[in-house]
T-cell receptor
Framework: EAGVTQSPTHLIKTRGQQVTLRCSPI?????VYWYQQALGLGLQFLLW???????NRGNFPPRFSGRQFPNYSSELNVNALELEDSALYLC????????????FGPGTRLTVT | KQEVTQIPAALSVPEGENLVLNCSFT??????LQWFRQDPGKGLTSLLL?????REQTSGRLNASLDKSSGRSTLYIAASQPGDSATYLC??????????FGAGTRLTVKP
């Protein structure tokens, strides 16, 4: 069974640009979670989507947004990139909106210059 | 608000030693607790998951315990090897799916 996949693996953007990160959950999983791991700040919860709807949001500004598609894959969009957005972005998936174990993808490393 | 603390922040041991990593959390109403390994610049590798109704889990040289009432978990690594060098993260998942991570313990095992 394929695990959670994320693309791209790495990318470099310039301050002020916009970026889109992608995540494909494990087959059969309907919930997708996004986390940010910035240097020195630890893993922080960003967003949770289930059945195409945003279920919860972490303490991040509105320029962080996302969506979930009918096939349960998800995108994370970050507008007006700032240097401090440089981080490893991790996606996780779980079976549904009830409480289930989360399975993590390999992450996307974003560098903002 | 759940807070997860890991002690120590860093640990360096000679190869072959047994070691214990500690994790504490402030809210005992948890769904599960999970230990992860993270190599530099990489994603998370799940090591052990303990459901709230369980007391411990074992996998190979790893053993994790959970004491919900005291808000503590320990990860025991037996006969450490240089390949065990990594950052170990403890994460607590609440019943509303909120998942909180500790800052991690950076382990170095010297040959």
């Amino acid at each position: 069974e394929a695990g959670v996949t994320q693309s791209p693996t790495h990318l470099i953007k310039t301050r002020g640009q916009q970026v889109t990160l992608r995540c494909s959950p494990i087959s059969g999983h309907t919930s997708v979670y996004w986390y940010q791991q910035a240097l020195g700040l630890g893993l922080q919860f960003l967003l949770w989507y289930d059945e195409g709807e945003e279920r919860n949001r972490g303490n991040f500004p509105p320029r962080f947004s996302g969506r979930q598609f009918p096939n349960y894959s998800s995108e994370l969009n970050v507008n007006a990139l700032e240097l401090e957005d440089s981080a490893l972005y991790l996606c996780a998936s779980s079976l549904g909106s009830s409480t289930y174990e989360q399975y993590f993808g390999p992450g996307t490393r974003l560098t903002v210059t | 608000k759940q807070e997860v603390t890991q002690i120590p922040a860093a640990l360096s041991v000679p190869e072959g030693e047994n070691l214990v990593l500690n994790c504490s959390f402030t809210d005992s109403a948890i769904y599960n607790l999970q230990w992860f390994r993270q190599d530099p610049g990489k994603g998370l590798t799940s090591l052990l998951l303990i459901q709230s109704s369980q007391r411990e889990q074992t996998s190979g040289r790893l053993n994790a315990s959970l004491d919900k009432s005291s808000g503590r978990s320990t990860l025991y690594i037996a006969a450490s090897q240089p390949g065990d060098s990594a950052t170990y993260l403890c994460a607590v998942q609440a019943w509303n799916n909120d998942m909180r991570f500790g800052a991690g313990t950076r382990l170095t095992v010297k040959p």
